[in-house]
């Protein structure tokens, strides 16, 4: 069974740093295109950054453009979303996604994603 679990959610300061990673399990990681996405209290799920299979192509919400950096290492299964100079509006439950047919491009539009992890909770806060 296709499984993705997050973690390396915290409280940072602004300015402050964190990486997340999404441990993906049950698949072929190799030929899914992977996607971050975040949802704030009281706001909808947004698309924050996506990586095609080969993580030749990404694409990045224009929010956190320059800041965040995603990546990832088909043979440890794993897919990292490295968050630099956060700010207060970054505070969310991010959660990792995949599509339920592999290839393709990768996408930041939620409804395009079929397996969702649990999310890990991101604060940014003085």
């Known amino acids: 069974q296709l499984q993705l679990v997050e973690s390396g959610g915290d409280l940072v300061q602004p300015g402050g740093s964190l990486r997340l990673s999404c441990a993906t399990s049950?698949?072929?990681?190799?030929?899914?295109?992977i996607g971050w996405f975040r949802q704030a209290p009281g706001k909808e799920r947004e698309g924050v950054s996506c990586?095609?299979?080969?993580?030749?192509?990404?694409d990045y919400a224009d929010s956190v453009k320059g800041r965040f950096v995603i990546s990832r290492d088909n043979a440890k299964n794993t897919v990292y979303l490295q968050m630099n100079s956060l700010k207060p509006e970054d505070t969310a439950v991010y959660y990792c996604?995949?599509?339920?047919?592999?290839?393709?491009?990768?996408?930041?539009?939620?409804?395009?994603?079929?397996?969702w992890g649990q999310g890990t909770q991101v604060t940014v806060s003085s």
């Open positions: 049950g698949f072929t990681l190799d030929y899914y295109a």
């Open positions: 996604a995949a599509p339920a047919i592999p290839g393709g491009r990768c996408g930041l539009y939620p409804e395009t994603y079929d397996y």
């Open positions: 990586i095609s299979r080969n993580g030749r192509s990404t």
